[in-house]
């Protein structure tokens, strides 16, 4: 039985040198007028709203505002994903509504 025998052969040692990151953009003070803002949209849409659709609202704010804080601009982003999320819930809702009134109808019959 032949056995092949390899040769570790090792370069020399890399050296490089780490720079420190650029400071990141300070984020608090966005954090408070998101807040804000996210408080006002979101008062204003449950304003409109049958209560019953408190917590879906809300679930939909707190989606659209976790997608806008991963952006570079979450407050110019937020309001237009806190409108689409909103309308996707009411329309869940209003589909939801629909259904539940057929199948009352058709259990009735």
């Known amino acids: 039985m032949k056995t092949n025998k390899l040769r570790a052969e090792f370069a020399p040692e890399t ?20 807040e804000r ?27 659209a505002a976790a997608l806008a804080w991963n952006t570079l601009f979450p ?13 996707a819930t009411l329309r869940q809702a209003g589909r939801q509504a629909q259904i539940f009134a057929v199948t009352r109808e058709i259990i009735a019959a």
């Open 15 to 34: 050296r490089f040198e780490l720079r420190p990151l650029p400071p990141a953009p300070f984020r608090a003070t966005q954090e408070t007028e998101f």
């Open 37 to 63: 803002l996210k408080k006002a949209l979101l008062a204003r849409q449950l304003a409109q709203a049958p209560t019953e659709l408190n917590a879906p609202l809300r679930r939909a704010a707190n989606e």
């Open 75 to 87: 407050l110019l982003v937020f309001p237009a994903l806190f409108e689409e999320k909103t309308t």
